[in-house]
Nanobody, 126 residues
C-alpha cells in the first residue's frame, strides 16, 4: 500500500531553519505531484507548497513564498521542504501528500491529493 513518511520536524527558534523530508513507497513516484500542507492548532489544514512530477513546476502559498523551497529526488522517491526564516506562525503539523496530477502548475486544493502522511510537528519559538 502507499506510504508517505515525514521526518525532520522539531523545535527551532524564530529565524531558524528546518528541512522536512517525505519518503514515498507503494506508488510510482514519478507519476505523482507532491505537496506539503500544514495544520496549526484550532485551524484548518492549509496548503504550503507543491511540486510537479518532473520537479520543474512549483507552487507556494503566499505565506511561505520566499522562505520555503520544495524539491524532490525522483531517484530516492523523496520530497523535501526547506524552511528558512521560520516564524512562530509557522508552528503546525506538516503533512506530505501525493496527487495523481499531470499539471505543470501543481494543485493547492486539499481534495486534489489522494494520499497523506501522518505528519511531523514543527514548533517555532519566539
Amino acid at each position: 500500500q502507499v506510504q508517505l513518511v515525514e521526518s525532520g520536524g522539531g523545535l527551532v527558534q524564530a529565524g531558524g531553519s528546518l528541512r522536512l523530508s517525505c519518503a514515498a513507497s507503494g506508488l510510482t513516484f514519478t507519476l505523482y505531484t507532491m505537496g506539503w500542507f500544514r495544520q496549526a492548532p484550532g485551524k484548518e489544514r492549509e496548503f504550503a507548497a507543491a511540486i510537479n512530477r518532473s520537479g520543474g513546476g512549483t507552487n507556494y502559498a503566499d505565506s511561505v513564498k520566499g522562505r520555503f523551497t520544495i524539491s524532490r529526488d525522483n531517484a530516492k522517491n523523496t520530497v523535501y521542504l526547506q524552511m528558512n526564516s521560520l516564524k512562530p506562525e509557522d508552528t503546525a503539523v506538516y503533512y506530505c501528500a501525493a496527487a495523481y496530477d499531470r499539471s505543470w502548475s501543481p494543485p493547492s486544493r486539499h481534495d486534489d491529493y489522494a494520499y497523506w502522511g501522518q505528519g511531523t510537528q514543527v514548533t517555532v519559538s519566539s
